[in-house]
């Protein structure tokens, strides 16, 4: 592999793998909404707020690492932030359980 | 740049962010220590737990993405732990602060 084909690799495992992880934060977001009786729980906001802050951490190595460039980063937790509240709405409209 | 030392810059500048963020927790930490007066605080507990976890974060995406071995960054971690410890041990000690 040329130096360059190892950069592209390197950037697209880091972008599949923030991908990975914001999907793994929506899930898990989704699995507290449906087993909530209330979404104005405590736990709730402390679990979404520690989950955004983690991947927040994990974005900014990538940038600063090189690996993304910052407007990706910055849309990527925008996404997420986006898709969170979304199924917050979803949630409030009872749209989510089965 | 060949792809080999492609990758040595990429590891080296991964290790160097990641301590520089270890660095940047322990004064934090102290920081907090000599304002409180006392570590019992919730909140002091809640920003080390914070902080933790968002290190951790970051140091286990440096592994995942390649850039670190997986030994090296439950090191760092383990020595970023140790080393807050031992501040928490001296402000018992009333050595942190003048």
Not at 84 to 90: N, T
């Amino acid at each position: 592999m040329s130096s360059s084909d190892v950069m592209v690799h390197l950037n697209q495992k880091a972008l599949l793998l923030l991908q990975e992880d914001a999907d793994k934060i929506e899930k898990l977001i989704k699995v507290q909404m449906d087993n909530l009786t209330t979404r104005k729980c405590p736990l709730y906001e402390e679990v979404l707020d520690t989950q955004m802050y983690g991947f927040s951490r994990e974005v900014d190595f990538a940038i600063r690492a090189g690996l993304i460039s910052e407007s990706t980063g910055k849309q990527m937790i925008q996404t997420l932030e986006r898709n969170l509240a979304l199924l917050y709405e979803a949630l409030g409209e009872g749209r989510l359980s089965p």
